[in-house]
């Protein structure tokens, strides 16, 4: 089983449309979690850590869920600027997944 | 802050050439740099860790001897494609954390064609 697992979508939704991501590890020792926006043939960018209490920036929400093995990521009021993929990160284990393809169209 | 550096941002050169790439913290010391691979439309592929002072762990399948890693300061890790060849072209990408359990700060990225 792999240590991190996504579904790669894709995901289309309209402009303004809320969608959330899922992301299962199975260690359930780790600690850090991190969510990464990747756009076409560029370097992977930090959105955000995601806490144990949850934790918001603007549009978007981290959330953890210990009992179950995963994060999630919820963007809300989706933007065109948004469409990326998106990629999490658990614990020490760098390896990246194939992440989560997000489309957002007018 | 968490700035990090990489250069050349693009490379074009022969087959047989070696190509060196560097990694900079800017802002803070890394003490853990990684770099990866990534061919179009395929995930980020984990090359090695290196951490500052020691050699660099490889991932399987990572030839060491023809991807060298050095990590000799705080603050910079070069990698050296040695004698590329065509499949060699790809993405490759470091990155950077101050310290364990921390997010990783990725460099712009450097695109390798080999001729």
């Known amino acids: 089983r792999k240590e991190v697992e996504q579904d790669p979508g894709p995901f289309n939704v309209p402009e303004g449309a809320t969608v959330a991501f899922n992301c299962t590890y199975s260690?359930?020792?780790?600690?850090?979690f991190f969510w990464y926006r990747q756009d076409c043939r560029k370097e992977p960018k930090l959105l955000m850590s995601?806490?144990?209490s949850g934790n918001e920036d603007g549009r978007f929400t981290a959330q953890l869920n210990r009992a179950s093995q995963y994060i999630s990521l919820l963007i809300r009021d989706s933007k065109l600027s948004d469409s990326a993929t998106y990629l999490c990160v658990v614990n020490d284990d760098m390896r990246f997944g194939a992440g989560t393809r997000l489309t957002v169209k007018p | 802050g968490a700035v990090v550096s990489q250069h050349p941002s693009w490379v074009i050169c022969k087959s047989g050439t070696s190509v060196k790439i560097e990694c900079r913290s800017l802002?803070?010391?890394?003490?853990?740099m990684f770099w990866y691979r990534q061919f179009p439309k395929q995930s980020l592929m984990l090359m090695a860790t290196?951490?500052?002072?020691?050699?660099?762990?490889?991932e399987q399948g990572v030839e060491k001897d023809k991807f060298l890693i050095n990590h000799a300061s705080l603050t910079l890790s070069t990698l050296t494609v040695t004698s590329a060849h065509p499949e060699d072209s790809s993405f490759y990408i470091c990155s950077a954390r101050d310290h364990p359990g921390g997010p990783q700060h990725f460099g712009d990225g450097t695109r390798l064609s080999i001729l």
């Open positions: 260690n359930s020792a780790s600690q850090s």
């Open positions: 290196s951490n500052e002072g020691s050699k660099a762990t490889y």
């Open positions: 802002d803070f010391q890394a003490t853990t």
């Open positions: 995601v806490y144990s």
